[in-house]
């Protein structure tokens, strides 16, 4: 069963930092391109950014291109999301997900319709609260 678990979210203050952490189990973890997603309040789910398998290929959307660093260590089939000078308008509940690639333009849509052991499924976290607050 693939599973994807989000940790790392809380409280901060803006201009302040946090690094998001997902741990992915139930497939080749190296093989597969991995995305994290955004969904604030009141607002859709949007993209973020997203790292290839071999952790080479990084694309980031404009609002957080110098902020955010995007990284992933196979050994421990997990990515993360570095988070730094964060502002009000990054509060939202983040989530990773298997994408099928990732390249520009990075969408959403990345994330639907992914093959993982033969099916055809979309694999997300349950999301982990990140809130930009004073």
């Known amino acids: 069963q693939v599973q994807l678990v989000e940790s790392g979210g809380g409280l901060v203050q803006p201009g302040g930092s946090l690094t998001l952490s997902c741990v992915v189990s139930g497939l080749k973890f190296d093989y597969y391109d991995i995305g994290w997603f955004r969904q604030g309040p009141g607002k859709e789910r949007e993209e973020v950014s997203c790292?290839?398998?071999?952790?080479?290929?990084?694309v980031y959307t404009d609002s957080v291109k110098g902020r955010f660093t995007i990284s992933r260590h196979n050994l421990q089939n997990a990515i993360y999301l570095q988070m730094n000078s964060l502002k009000p308008e990054d509060t939202a509940v983040y989530y990773c997900?298997?994408?099928?690639?990732?390249?520009?333009?990075?969408?959403?849509?990345?994330?639907?319709?992914?093959?993982?052991?033969?099916?055809?499924?979309?694999?997300w976290g349950q999301g982990t609260q990140v809130t930009v607050s004073s």
């Open positions: 997900a298997i994408i099928r690639r990732c390249v520009e333009p990075f969408t959403t849509a990345q994330a639907m319709g992914v093959m993982v052991h033969g099916r055809i499924g979309d694999y």
């Open positions: 790292i290839g398998n071999g952790g080479g290929d990084t």
